[in-house]
Each structure stands twice: as structure tokens, then as C-alpha cells.
């Protein structure tokens, strides 16, 4: 029976969803390594081991409590994970030191450091927008000359959209590069703005060997949705993604998880369709996706993607599903600023609309404003047909409204 590490550094739902899931696994005895005081709420009697760390992105820390699980599980921990893209390289470094396998710092550094990963990328024949590492306002001036604009600028370890700011002249460059000045220490990753149609590309590796992937389309980009915090999106899993239209990412996805190192894991890629119909790989965490994108996995498969990720991690096993169906979610997000005042358009939905839902949190009145860019809300949709969830999706989009304001009525 072998002994899983589940780090879980705060008690945020999607993480425990995912530690949960795991703690249902047969045949497993789970510890859990946290900041918290106490295991996740819900789990408590399937944990057989608590370590509690003051940061569990400090490697001596989680070493140590790896070790302190260690002696309580009998000697021995077979399997260390979370799914956090801020904790891969802490948990490869521990990995490393207690020879536990799994994914090793080097190649975490691949998949945590963008600038690491473009040039990885680039050397393993994948397209991907052109790149700089400027650890000083003259090397991102340089760039941003012989690039053009606008171009992208973010942290070299950022994780989704995070920190990442469109600059579209030298003037708003040399601006930001007053206020956010580079160093070699802490550098800007600058990168091409690529215009195109953003999509996931989220796969399944074992062994090295990259068994399923998931493809789906954001509207509109991530990007644009950090820059306009009013805006609602929607992502869509079309139910056709082996044909010929997908042929070049299903080859350079490929080659991007080869050129990273990947072996076993579940890993959320994001990637561009250019106007002229060439592709773009932009960026791959070596996680499972966020932003409720499990969960769409999960519909579209009629599979559990949490207990199949925790399967995956621990056994090192993954049953390809078939996948029945298309489906999409509308983020709803609000117009305004403090808390959520009203929600409009929700009761007026089509009926036809109303049977495509199989999961939704409306935003409730009262409710604080959100500080993610998922936005207060959400609505997920599911049929055999792509065009019916597409529509759905857009009559979500037209109809539902977010008000956010003092205003307690509804």
C-alpha cells in the first residue's frame, strides 16, 4: 500500500477538491502537508498523517515535514504531490533529496520559468512567439525595437495570466519600465503579442509516453480578461478534437512535452491559432488546469478528472475516456466595484438553455466582489453537440449581467 504526500499549502476549494479526491483512493494512506492549523475540512478522518509548515514553498520546511510523515507512515513516502504551479519546483527539490520519484527540480525549473521554457521550447522545433529575459530597462527597450508592438510583459515565474500586462508603444513601455524597473535579478519576461484565437491544450503523460489530451477555446483571451475586469468569458470543449484541424497542436504539443521533459503528470498548455492559421505554443504548467477547466473535463468525459488526476499521481495509471460530450462555462463576472447589488437576466434564460445546465454558483446578493479574474459566478453547460453548448453560451453572454454596487435590492 504505497504512502502519498498531498501539499496543500491553503485551504482554497479547488485544491481540496483535488486532495478529497484522493483521500477516496483505495488502498492509499494519505498524509497531508499544510499552513493551516488543521487537515482540510471534510478529510480529516481519511488522513492518516498532518504536518503543518510555515511555508510550504520553502523546500528545507517541506522536507522537514515530509520526513516528520515519513516516521508515522512507517519510514517511508512513496509519492509527494500538489497542484499548485508555485509549489512544482519545492516538491521536485524534496523529491530529489528523499529520492522519492517523481518530477525532478531541473525539469520543474523547465515548466516554472518562462523564459527556460521558450528557449526549450524553441530548441525542440515548437512554434512559440519570440521572447526576451531583460535584466535591465535598456534590454527591454532593445527588445521591444526589434520585436515591434504591442508586446507582453510578465514575471518570469508568473502562473496563468497573473502580473502580465499588454504594453502597446515604446512610450507605455518605458512608463511601465519606470514604475516595474528589471534587474538581473529579477528580470521581465517580454514577449510577442500574438493575435489569434487562444486555446488549452491539456493532456495526459505516463512514462513519457503522452496517452490523451483535452483541446479547448477561450472567448475572449485571458489577457483581455485581466486587462478588463468587467468583462464575462467563456471557455468552450468542443466534442471533436481529433480531427485534421487540430493535427498541428496534437504534433507540437507533443514535441513541446518531449522538449520540457514531462513524464507523468497532468499538464495544461496554452497555445494560439495566428490569423494566417498557423499555431503558437504560449506557455505549460506541469499541473492540472484551474478555472474550473477540470471540472469541464470532467463533464465532457463523463469521468471524474479529480480522482483520475490522483490515480495518475499515485499509481501512475490513467483508463483513456472517450468523450461523449461538448461543454463550456460562462464566467460571470461584474460590472461595477464592492459587492454584488443585483443579478440580472438569469431568470429570463430560454428553457433550451436551462436543460443544458449541469452546474452553476449564481452570484448571490451580498456577495464580495471576487478577486480572481473566475469572477463571482459561474454557469456549466453539456450536450453531445458542439453548436447546441456555442449557442447556449452565447445567449448566456447576452443575457446574464453581474451588478456590482451597494444596492441591496434585486
Not at 229 to 237: A, E, F, G, S
Not at 354 to 364: K, M, W
Not at 377 to 402: A, D, F, K, M, S
Request: proline share 6%; aromatic share 8%; hydrophobic share 40%.
Amino acid at each position: 500500500m504505497p504512502n502519498a504526500i498531498f501539499v496543500v499549502p491553503h485551504g482554497m476549494e479547488t485544491s481540496l477538491r483535488f486532495v478529497r479526491a484522493a483521500s477516496r483512493l483505495q488502498d492509499v494512506r494519505l498524509g497531508v502537508v499544510s499552513q493551516q492549523a488543521r487537515p482540510p475540512a471534510g478529510i480529516a478522518s481519511a488522513v492518516e498523517v498532518f504536518e503543518r509548515v510555515g511555508d510550504a514553498l520553502d523546500p528545507d520546511q517541506l522536507e522537514a515535514a515530509v520526513r516528520a510523515a515519513a516516521k508515522k507512515m512507517g519510514g517511508r513516502v512513496d509519492r509527494l504531490i500538489g497542484i499548485l504551479e508555485q509549489l512544482q519546483e519545492p516538491l521536485g527539490v524534496v523529491r530529489e533529496r528523499l529520492s522519492i520519484p517523481g518530477m525532478d527540480q531541473e525539469t520543474a525549473k523547465n515548466f516554472r520559468d518562462k523564459a527556460r521554457m521558450k528557449d526549450a521550447l524553441r530548441a525542440g522545433g515548437v512554434p512559440c512567439a519570440r521572447h526576451a529575459l531583460a535584466g535591465s530597462a535598456r534590454q527591454a527597450i532593445a527588445f521591444g525595437e526589434q520585436s515591434g508592438y504591442p508586446m507582453v510583459v510578465k514575471p518570469p515565474d508568473g502562473a496563468g495570466a497573473k502580473n502580465t500586462f499588454r504594453v502597446e508603444s515604446a512610450e507605455q513601455l518605458e512608463s511601465y519600465l519606470r514604475t516595474h524597473p528589471p534587474h538581473p535579478t529579477s528580470p521581465l519576461l517580454l514577449e510577442e503579442f500574438v493575435i489569434g484565437h487562444e486555446h488549452s491544450f491539456d493532456s495526459v503523460s505516463i512514462g513519457g509516453e503522452h496517452v490523451f489530451h483535452s483541446i479547448s477555446k477561450y472567448f475572449p483571451t485571458p489577457l483581455e480578461v485581466m486587462e478588463k475586469p468587467w468583462i464575462q468569458w467563456c471557455v468552450l470543449l468542443p466534442r471533436e478534437v481529433s480531427g485534421a484541424e487540430f493535427d498541428d497542436i496534437r504534433e507540437s504539443g507533443k514535441k513541446a512535452l518531449d522538449a520540457l521533459g514531462m513524464v507523468t503528470g497532468l499538464t495544461h498548455m496554452e497555445w494560439f491559432r495566428r490569423e494566417d492559421g498557423s499555431i503558437a505554443v504560449s506557455e505549460v504548467g506541469a499541473r492540472p488546469p484551474g478555472a474550473q477547466f477540470t471540472t469541464l473535463m470532467s463533464y465532457a468525459h463523463d469521468l471524474d478528472f479529480y480522482r483520475a488526476w490522483a490515480e495518475l499521481m499515485v499509481f501512475d495509471r490513467f483508463e483513456v475516456p472517450e468523450r461523449p460530450y461538448a461543454c463550456g462555462a460562462v464566467f460571470l463576472r461584474g460590472q461595477g466595484s464592492g459587492q454584488v447589488a443585483a443579478v440580472h437576466g438569469i431568470e429570463e434564460l430560454d428553457e433550451s438553455v436551462r436543460d443544458l445546465i449541469v452546474e452553476s454558483r449564481v452570484p448571490r446578493v451580498g456577495q464580495p466582489q471576487a478577486s480572481s479574474y473566475e469572477g463571482e459566478g459561474y454557469v456549466i453547460l453539456r450536450h453531445p453537440e458542439t453548436e447546441v453548448v456555442e449557442e447556449g453560451l452565447r445567449q448566456l453572454l447576452r443575457n446574464v449581467r453581474v451588478e456590482l454596487g451597494q444596492s441591496q435590492s434585486r
